[in-house]
């Protein structure tokens, strides 16, 4: 049941973001530290639309287990806050606030038969092509939700979506034929590539020292932890052919070789004897952990190691990172023995010295002063530039016609230069720099616009769409109070 949740959870969960509107600044609300306020069960409070504990909550709880997952599991709570998720969660809320406010006060409203309706054709609740009744309660059961909370939330949510397709508007052939025009512009370029052969650069010991001391924040010393380990190794006893014969039998499916191929007896003999040694050994390791828990072993050795350390693998790793100091977790296998382990001490990060840091500081530096001097060498070179390259006409498609460039840079130079509205300038890549002056320019090709015609329009109108909306959302931050009741813990 949870494997097939998993695959169908994109019903499931009410998305917290609003896409259309993502790009709008977060800086309209002044941010403190995050801590409880005086409302009760809120908070926010924009304008008479509440944005609840329990509403936060759970926005807050799927989106750290999207970048969870999105991070390999990963993810935790100093990094989350780090990444500032709290804020993005209660920002995204707040739109979300600003919205049905905007929909309460035009009248525009969700009936319980819509409700119904979104339900039913949710392919999660279905069976055999049909809503059905059993699976429905079951899912959200299993997802620990109350239909009434879910049903709720699915209407705001369809409100939501009623409200912001008022703000879709059409597109008429003159927009189109605007942005298919700058779409497909083309233009006719003499350039000329500066690579980092052409630029020298001299580093002085006080310069890598100045350049540490104001990016100290990037050369920070790894999460570590103090372990200490008291391991158990298997016996070296040979297993009778019976009991190798036996294993094999019950568990034949976990030898396998390269190609995921079960392996035959014979090739498999080693690994099963290994297996069935270390099964023998973990009543002693459940008896160490016992002893060491109690204080009456020591342990074998202790260890300061970087969270992640190969020595360990990631389950194993998982474990320590979600224990407090002093616990002692029960034995692990690791390298063909168990291991029982202490959890002594959670080290943080710290900036590192200068001689800790000096391989990363000396490239860091040098990639950034390189940088500098190579858009310094290009940008004198655009204001008269001779012996440089002409190319044919060139649109934001034309990768492959501006050699010596590659694909990639290619790709890069071309959508900084029609974003630019400059004739004539320079455009630093990521180790080269380029000098352009455009020499014409076509600005509509109509073979182009009549085969991508349906492409443009659903782009003209989505930017249209999207400005529409920031415009609105902009009045509404005007018009509506926003009062934040959740603050950051110092």
Do not use: C
């Not at 990444?83 to 739109?95: E, N, R």
Request: glycine letters at 4%.
């Amino acid at each position: 049941m949870i494997s097939w949740m998993q695959k169908h959870r994109k019903y499931l969960v009410i998305t917290i973001w609003i896409s259309t509107i993502a790009f709008v600044g977060a800086g309209f609300v002044g941010w403190g530290t995050y801590q409880y306020g005086s409302k009760s069960n809120s908070v926010a409070m924009v304008g008479s639309i509440p944005v609840t504990m329990e509403e936060f909550q759970y926005a807050y709880g799927n989106a750290y287990q999207q970048y969870n997952r999105a991070m390999g599991g990963t993810l935790d709570e100093a990094t989350a806050k780090q990444m500032g998720l709290q804020k993005q969660v209660l920002q995204s809320l707040i739109y979300q606030a600003l919205i049905k406010n905007f929909a309460k006060d035009h009248g525009i409203v969700v009936s319980e038969e819509e409700v119904q309706q979104a339900i039913v054709a949710i392919p999660a609740f279905q069976k055999d092509g049909k809503f059905d009744k059993s699976t429905y309660i079951a899912v959200l059961q299993n997802m620990r939700m109350k239909p009434k909370t879910f049903e709720e939330s699915l209407k705001n949510d369809l409100l939501i979506q009623k409200a912001l397709s008022l703000l879709t508007p059409g597109t008429v052939p003159l927009e189109i034929e605007a942005f298919g025009s700058a779409i497909f512009m083309a233009d006719k370029l003499r350039y000329k590539v500066f690579t980092p052969d052409d630029v020298t650069i001299e580093i002085q010991n006080d310069d890598l020292k100045q350049y540490w001391e104001s990016h100290k924040e990037n050369y920070m010393t790894p999460k570590r932890f103090k372990l200490a380990i008291l391991w158990i190794a298997p016996s070296n006893e040979t297993p009778t052919d019976e009991a190798v014969k036996t294993y094999y039998k019950e568990h034949r499916t976990d030898f396998t070789d390269d190609k995921g191929q079960i392996l035959p007896l014979d090739k498999a003999k080693e690994r099963i004897a290994e297996a069935i040694r270390l099964k023998q050994a973990k009543k002693s390791a459940q008896l160490a952990y016992i002893d060491l828990k109690k204080s009456r072993k020591k342990a074998d050795e202790e260890k300061v190691l970087d969270a992640g350390d190969p020595i360990f693998t990631a389950e194993v790793w998982q474990a320590i990172e979600g224990a407090v100091a002093g616990t002692v977790l029960k034995p692990k296998v690791v390298n063909g023995k168990y291991a029982v382990i202490k959890v002594e001490e959670l080290i943080l990060p710290k900036p590192k010295s200068f001689e800790e840091a000096y391989a990363d500081v000396k490239a860091d530096y040098l990639k950034t002063k390189r940088a500098e001097a190579l858009i310094r060498l290009a940008e004198d070179a655009s204001k008269n530039l001779e012996g440089g390259q002409e190319s044919d006409y060139v649109t934001r498609d034309s990768v492959d016609k501006l050699p010596p460039l590659t694909k990639e840079e290619a790709t890069v130079f071309l959508q900084k230069l029609f974003a630019s509205d400059k004739a004539s300038g320079a455009i630093l890549l990521d180790n080269k720099a380029v000098s352009f002056h455009i020499l014409e320019q076509k600005l509509l090709n109509s073979d182009k616009l009549s085969q991508h015609k349906a492409f443009i329009e659903e782009n003209a109108g989505k930017m249209k769409s999207n400005l529409l909306q920031s415009n609105v959302i902009a009045q509404l931050q005007q018009k509506y109070p926003i009062e934040i009741f959740l603050k950051e813990n110092e």
